[in-house]
Protein backbone atom coordinates (compact mmCIF):
# COMPACT_ATOMS: atom_id res chain seq x y z
CA UNK A 1 0.00 0.00 0.00
CA UNK A 2 1.20 3.11 -0.92
CA UNK A 3 1.40 5.48 2.44
CA UNK A 4 -0.59 8.81 2.11
CA UNK A 5 1.47 12.56 2.84
CA UNK A 6 -0.67 12.02 6.72
CA UNK A 7 0.25 8.78 7.10
CA UNK A 8 2.73 8.37 10.54
CA UNK A 9 6.03 8.20 9.13
CA UNK A 10 8.07 5.07 9.63
CA UNK A 11 10.92 6.30 10.92
CA UNK A 12 8.79 6.50 14.44
CA UNK A 13 9.41 10.39 14.72
CA UNK A 14 5.29 10.74 15.37
CA UNK A 15 5.23 13.49 12.86
CA UNK A 16 3.32 12.94 9.73
CA UNK A 17 5.34 10.91 6.64
CA UNK A 18 4.59 14.45 4.22
CA UNK A 19 6.08 16.44 6.75
CA UNK A 20 8.71 13.80 8.19
CA UNK A 21 10.99 11.63 5.16
CA UNK A 22 8.76 11.95 2.48
CA UNK A 23 10.52 15.36 1.08
CA UNK A 24 13.56 13.60 1.54
CA UNK A 25 12.99 10.24 0.24
CA UNK A 26 10.80 11.00 -2.58
CA UNK A 27 10.67 14.64 -3.45
CA UNK A 28 14.44 15.36 -3.90
CA UNK A 29 14.82 17.29 -0.64
CA UNK A 30 17.95 17.25 1.58
CA UNK A 31 17.98 16.53 4.43
CA UNK A 32 18.98 18.91 7.40
CA UNK A 33 20.41 17.04 10.00
CA UNK A 34 22.37 13.60 10.15
CA UNK A 35 19.93 12.70 12.73
CA UNK A 36 16.84 13.39 9.84
CA UNK A 37 19.19 11.48 7.09
CA UNK A 38 18.79 8.24 9.33
CA UNK A 39 15.57 8.43 9.87
CA UNK A 40 14.82 8.89 6.19
CA UNK A 41 17.01 5.55 5.51
CA UNK A 42 15.29 3.73 7.59
CA UNK A 43 12.00 5.09 6.18
CA UNK A 44 13.50 4.20 2.41
CA UNK A 45 15.08 0.56 3.81
CA UNK A 46 11.19 0.31 5.14
CA UNK A 47 9.62 1.33 1.57
CA UNK A 48 12.18 -0.32 -0.13
CA UNK A 49 13.82 2.71 -1.67
CA UNK A 50 17.05 1.17 -3.16
CA UNK A 51 17.95 4.49 -4.95
CA UNK A 52 17.18 6.64 -2.07
CA UNK A 53 19.76 4.20 0.11
CA UNK A 54 22.55 4.41 -2.45
CA UNK A 55 22.33 8.22 -2.77
CA UNK A 56 22.91 8.89 0.35
CA UNK A 57 25.65 6.08 1.06
CA UNK A 58 28.66 8.24 0.86
CA UNK A 59 30.62 7.84 -2.96
CA UNK A 60 33.47 6.32 -1.36
CA UNK A 61 31.85 3.71 0.98
CA UNK A 62 29.86 2.64 -2.25
CA UNK A 63 30.80 -1.20 -3.72
CA UNK A 64 29.72 -3.40 -7.04
CA UNK A 65 26.87 -5.68 -6.00
CA UNK A 66 25.15 -3.14 -3.23
CA UNK A 67 21.99 -2.72 -5.17
CA UNK A 68 21.77 -6.47 -4.74
CA UNK A 69 22.51 -6.65 -1.67
CA UNK A 70 19.97 -3.97 -0.48
CA UNK A 71 17.37 -5.97 -2.69
CA UNK A 72 18.29 -9.05 -1.54
CA UNK A 73 17.79 -7.19 2.67
CA UNK A 74 14.76 -5.21 1.44
CA UNK A 75 12.88 -8.63 0.19
CA UNK A 76 13.82 -10.68 3.35
CA UNK A 77 13.05 -7.94 6.07
CA UNK A 78 10.17 -6.78 7.62
CA UNK A 79 11.02 -3.34 9.85
CA UNK A 80 8.85 -3.12 12.64
CA UNK A 81 10.18 0.22 14.56
CA UNK A 82 12.93 2.54 14.82
CA UNK A 83 14.50 3.91 18.16
CA UNK A 84 17.10 6.95 18.06
CA UNK A 85 18.78 6.54 21.10
CA UNK A 86 21.30 9.34 20.77
CA UNK A 87 22.99 11.58 18.66
CA UNK A 88 26.34 14.14 18.52
CA UNK A 89 26.70 16.94 16.53
CA UNK A 90 25.20 16.34 13.06
CA UNK A 91 23.50 19.56 13.11
CA UNK A 92 22.95 21.68 9.63
CA UNK A 93 26.10 23.79 10.42
CA UNK A 94 28.46 20.75 11.50
CA UNK A 95 30.21 18.71 8.78
CA UNK A 96 30.04 15.16 10.41
CA UNK A 97 27.48 13.60 13.17
CA UNK A 98 26.91 10.23 14.92
CA UNK A 99 23.65 8.93 15.47
CA UNK A 100 23.20 5.57 17.61
CA UNK A 101 20.23 3.67 16.86
CA UNK A 102 17.83 0.57 17.50
CA UNK A 103 15.91 -0.73 14.32
CA UNK A 104 13.76 -3.32 14.73
CA UNK A 105 12.96 -6.48 12.75
CA UNK A 106 11.46 -9.56 11.93
CA UNK A 107 13.45 -11.24 9.41
CA UNK A 108 11.20 -13.97 10.04
CA UNK A 109 12.36 -14.21 13.42
CA UNK A 110 12.02 -10.70 15.42
CA UNK A 111 15.78 -9.37 15.41
CA UNK A 112 17.35 -5.51 15.80
CA UNK A 113 19.92 -3.60 14.47
CA UNK A 114 21.87 -1.54 17.20
CA UNK A 115 24.62 0.70 15.68
CA UNK A 116 26.73 3.73 16.11
CA UNK A 117 26.46 5.22 12.05
CA UNK A 118 28.58 8.04 11.09
CA UNK A 119 27.66 10.83 8.92
CA UNK A 120 29.58 13.18 6.91
CA UNK A 121 28.41 16.48 5.32
CA UNK A 122 29.87 17.54 2.01
CA UNK A 123 28.52 20.32 -0.48
CA UNK A 124 25.56 20.71 1.68
CA UNK A 125 24.26 16.99 1.88
CA UNK A 126 24.72 14.89 4.32
CA UNK A 127 26.03 11.19 3.27
CA UNK A 128 26.20 8.21 5.37
CA UNK A 129 29.47 6.60 5.66
CA UNK A 130 29.84 3.61 8.14
CA UNK A 131 28.88 2.44 11.69
CA UNK A 132 29.87 0.20 14.82
CA UNK A 133 27.58 -2.41 15.28
CA UNK A 134 26.88 -2.74 19.16
CA UNK A 135 25.16 -5.49 21.06
CA UNK A 136 21.33 -6.11 21.24
CA UNK A 137 19.48 -4.06 23.65
CA UNK A 138 17.69 -6.60 25.86
CA UNK A 139 14.77 -5.23 27.84
CA UNK A 140 14.12 -5.74 31.46
CA UNK A 141 11.08 -8.44 31.88
CA UNK A 142 8.58 -5.63 32.42
CA UNK A 143 9.39 -2.72 30.20
CA UNK A 144 7.32 -2.65 26.93
CA UNK A 145 8.61 -5.12 24.22
CA UNK A 146 10.34 -3.87 21.56
CA UNK A 147 8.36 -5.37 18.72
CA UNK A 148 5.56 -2.45 19.72
CA UNK A 149 3.28 -4.88 20.72
CA UNK A 150 2.14 -3.45 23.52
CA UNK A 151 2.90 -6.19 25.74
CA UNK A 152 5.37 -6.28 28.19
CA UNK A 153 8.51 -7.87 27.28
CA UNK A 154 7.86 -10.94 29.38
CA UNK A 155 4.78 -11.97 27.65
CA UNK A 156 5.49 -10.99 23.85
CA UNK A 157 9.51 -11.81 23.32
CA UNK A 158 11.07 -12.42 26.46
CA UNK A 159 9.06 -15.80 26.83
Known amino acids: ?9 PCGSGAGYGHCCR ?7 VAP ?12 YHQGNI ?3 IATHHP ?14 IAATSWLRL ?15 VVEFVAYYA ?18 RWYYVDGDALP ?11 CGSAKKYKACHGR
Open 107 to 124: DPKPGQVHERSRFTRQKG
Open 83 to 97: RVLATEAGQATDSSG
Open 60 to 73: TQRYPGQRAAILHS
Open 33 to 44: TAEALMRSRYTA
Open 136 to 146: PLVPKRNDPCW
Open 51 to 53: DYL
Open 23 to 29: PYVVEDG
Open 1 to 9: MEMTPRDSC
